[in-house]
T-cell receptor, first 114, second 114 residues
């Protein structure tokens, strides 16, 4: 069964702290990984993509990928109340001869407290 | 302004009626997707299309139909055969191909069937 797993939360962090969001996936041949942010009642917004092992930084966001452990994470530095949202992990489970498809986790709800 | 539009934002229907959700994009993307999101759940793929006049079933296609007559448009029909149609419906688009490409979402249509 190909799947993507996330802790549903809520993950509560104080303003200014680092929020760490985790995601594991079952398909060893997965090649591409994405993090989306979804505010309540809104559609998902792409915030990070990562394709290679290691870290990728973009502003306050860092995505970390470890393909051997089938683990991808998102770090948010200097967390702000506006970061309070649900964060969806999405994994491209590539199958030769078929179109690219994403499998989404159920999301982790992040609450940044004042 | 490039983007994806979905209409209407809210839609109410009586059980037994078919309903068509609109999705239009001006990003010049070849690939388009329909997802469904239920409360507390991840996104589930209904249908996707890599090119005009071609589309494939996703994980939960039963009770839905699509067409792709134009590159810019990918309407979804929720038929009376769909047992639990009330949900948040999201359209996305991306570059097409065998690789993994970032998907961008429209604002969504919230469908309520009573």
């Amino acid at each position: 069964q190909k799947e993507v797993e996330q802790n549903s939360g809520p993950l509560s962090v104080p303003e200014g702290a680092i929020a760490s969001l985790n995601c594991t996936y079952s398909d060893r041949v997965s090649q591409s990984f994405f993090w989306y942010r979804q505010y309540s009642g809104k559609s998902p917004e792409l915030i990070m993509s990562i394709y290679s092992n290691g870290d990728k930084e973009d502003g306050r966001f860092t995505a970390q990928l470890n393909k051997a452990s089938q683990y991808v994470s998102l770090l948010i530095r200097d967390s702000q109340p506006s970061d309070s949202a649900t964060y969806l992990c999405a994994v491209n489970m590539f199958t030769p001869g078929t179109a690219s498809k994403l499998t989404f986790g159920t999301g982790t709800r992040l609450q940044v407290t004042l | 302004d490039g983007g994806i539009t979905q209409s209407p934002k809210y839609l109410f229907r009586k059980e037994g009626q078919n309903v068509t959700l609109s999705c239009e994009q001006n990003l010049n993307h070849d690939a388009m997707y329909w997802y469904r999101q239920d409360p507390g759940q991840g996104l589930r793929l209904i249908y996707y299309s890599q090119i005009v006049n071609d589309f494939q079933k996703g994980d939960i296609a039963e009770g839905y139909s699509v067409s792709r007559e134009k590159k810019e448009s990918f309407p979804l029909t929720v038929t009376s055969a769909q047992k639990n149609p009330t949900a948040f419906y999201l359209c996305a688009s991306s570059i097409a191909g065998q690789g993994a490409y970032e998907q961008y979402f429209g604002p969504g249509t919230r469908l309520t069937v009573t």
